[in-house]
T-cell receptor, first 115, second 114 residues
Framework: SQKIEQNSEALNIQEGKTATLTCNYTNYSPAYLQWYRQDPGRGPVFLLLIRENEKEKRKERLKVTFDTTLKQSLFHITASQPADSATYLC??????????????FGKGTKLSVKP | NAGVMQNPRHLVRRRGQEARLRCSPM?????VYWYRQLPEEGLKFMVYLQKENIIDESGMPKERFSAEFPKEGPSILRIQQVVRGDSAAYFC????????????FGPGTRLLVL
């Protein structure tokens, strides 16, 4: 079965630096890969979606890459701010058959941005 | 446009009781997904429903758990005869169509079984 690993449980960086989070998966490449943000006591909030035929996607200070050869996605936050501190979740949508919409989530990486 | 609503936000039950969790999807969304988040674990898919239909329940425990999404009213996740291991955060998400769409999550219901 498909498995997802996010490289670290926690990542601490200094304000202004670029945060880079890693998501690795096994088996088949998903049709879509999504990144969500989750704050304590709240539900996940969608950030970015990248398709299997896309290499890179950007949104303001966020950038996502998708390498189907390495079976890896990288999530970057540039010019990080303390308000970016949260847990970031990687999720796969296999996009076919009965699993459409059934998102498979990683455990998340807790990012802390220090002022 | 109100987001996904879940109630109650917190629910305390004693072992053996029933827990009913409600989810109202975003306006215009006809697809509902339930996920469970155990402490220190990632979100795990439980069930995917459309109005009056269960589309995929591959993540639902075989016993004690059931879900419905009636023609009128919210989607309901029911847990019968709760046990301590059912303590978790239960999230509902909705989307306007099947897969290939962003899923919008509710704030979750935190179930504590004493």
């Amino acid at each position: 079965s498909q498995k997802i690993e996010q490289n670290s449980e926690a990542l601490n960086i200094q304000e202004g630096k670029t945060a880079t989070l890693t998501c690795n998966y096994t088996n088949y490449s998903p049709a879509y890969l999504q990144w969500y943000r989750q704050d304590p006591g709240r539900g996940p909030v969608f950030l970015l979606l990248i398709r299997e035929n896309e290499k890179e996607k950007r949104k303001e200070r966020l950038k996502v890459t998708f390498d189907t050869t390495l079976k890896q996605s990288l999530f970057h936050i540039t010019a990080s701010q303390p308000a970016d501190s949260a847990t970031y979740l990687c999720a796969l949508d296999m996009g076919y058959g009965g699993s459409q919409g059934n998102l498979i989530f990683g455990k998340g990486t807790k990012l802390s941005v220090k002022p | 446009n109100a987001g996904v609503m879940q109630n109650p936000r917190h629910l305390v039950r004693r072992r053996g009781q029933e827990a009913r969790l409600r989810c109202s999807p975003m306006k215009g969304h006809s697809h509902v997904y339930w996920y469970r988040q155990l402490p220190e674990e990632g979100l795990k898919f439980m069930v995917y429903l459309q109005k009056e239909n269960i589309i995929d329940e591959s993540g639902m425990p075989k016993e004690r758990f059931s879900a419905e999404f009636p023609k009128e009213g919210p989607s309901i996740l029911r847990i019968q005869q709760v046990v301590r291991g059912d303590s978790a955060a239960y999230f509902c998400a909705s989307s306007p169509s099947r897969g290939r769409e962003t899923q919008y999550f509710g704030p979750g219901t935190r179930l504590l079984v004493l």
